[in-house]
């Protein structure tokens, strides 16, 4: 774990790959590593070779900026070293030592360089990326437990309070954890091809359904992209959840009403929920991440949530073709 923490320090350390910071970071070091040639030579008494201060600086930029960025700090410093330090300096002219063969010899030994550092940067910032989604997906499992506890929780205490007698208990709460187990496969799938919308909000509700307080205005048939129909079963099953836990669904003292209809070309979901005084949820949590990026941040999506004391309202907007 702490060589994990390592690679996630240094990758954040440095410039993102091909960006203008990483860029400017190569140019740094390859002016750092010109001008410092001067008094290394001067200090060695004799003119040293003028690649002993360009291979570090292609390690260096390569790391910082990857394949590419190592193959435009070879070539510079190959001009470089051409034109400054040969013999005959300060002259591109090819006579005498400064034949094809010197160039030769430098540009692919920088080629190569330049490939496995760039390379080894893509892949920390691979390992970087799996490490954050792996953190990502844990935080998301426990999330997911503690949710499903609350409900079970919910459901069983609810229940308590609509049946009379210990067999219809059993039958209602059995019948509840079976739809429950069914959305929590969908929550957890991630291979859904595009979904009719309708479909999709029934399986992620249905832990919740019949009930009462709980109303779905069907809209016209639309179809949820693969892309979001994870995001938005995650969204609209941590919404029940807390308005379970917190609100209109707790005691049946409020309402919920849930709609969809097209609105420019584009599907309009919308969560109204109406309740009295009830207790304030961590709307500052990973729950609230959880709805606020259901659609991924992906163009042209919009999430607006928001929440009182007695009201929660959530709005997801995407571009949605008729079914």
């Not at 969809?260 to 929920?273: A, F, P």
Request: aromatic share 8%.
């Amino acid at each position: 774990m702490a060589g994990v923490n390592a690679l996630v320090g240094l990758q954040r350390a440095l410039p993102r790959t091909n960006s203008l910071g990483a860029y400017l970071t190569a140019s740094g070091i390859i002016t750092f590593a010109t001008v410092i040639k001067f008094p290394l030579d001067a200090l060695a008494g004799e003119l040293l070779p003028p690649y002993i201060t360009y291979y570090p600086a292609l390690v260096l930029a390569a790391l910082c900026g990857g394949p590419r960025i190592g193959f435009l700090t070879g070539a510079a410093t190959l001009l470089l070293a051409w034109y400054i330090w040969l013999p005959e300096p300060y002259s591109f002219a090819v006579s005498g030592t400064r034949t094809p063969l010197t160039i030769g010899i430098y540009a692919i030994s920088a080629a190569l360089l330049a490939w496995v550092i760039g390379l080894a940067r893509l892949v920390l910032d691979q390992v970087v990326a799996n490490e954050a989604e792996r953190s990502l997906s844990a935080r998301e499992s426990v999330h997911r437990i503690k949710n499903l506890i609350a409900v079970v929780q919910a459901l069983a205490v609810k229940i308590a309070r609509e049946v009379s007698t210990p067999e219809e208990y059993r039958q209602v709460l059995a019948k509840r954890l079976e739809a429950l187990g069914a959305a929590q496969n969908v929550l957890i799938r991630e291979d859904w091809s595009d979904a009719d919308l309708r479909q999709v909000i029934e399986s992620a509700l249905a832990p919740f359904l019949p009930n009462p307080s709980l109303v779905l205005r069907p809209g016209p048939d639309i179809v949820a992209p693969a892309r979001h129909v994870n995001g938005l079963c995650l969204a609209l099953y941590e919404l029940s959840t807390n308005a379970m836990k917190y609100g209109a669904l707790s005691d049946g003292d409020g309402s919920v009403v849930l709609s969809w209809r097209y609105e420019d070309d584009d599907c309009v979901l919308e969560w109204r929920e109406a309740r009295k005084d009830a207790k304030p949820a961590d709307h500052s949590g990973f729950g609230s991440m959880l709805i606020k990026t259901a659609l991924s941040n992906a163009p042209d999506t919009h999430v607006a949530y928001e929440f009182t004391q007695r009201e929660v309202t959530a709005v997801f907007r995407w571009p949605a073709p008729k079914a």
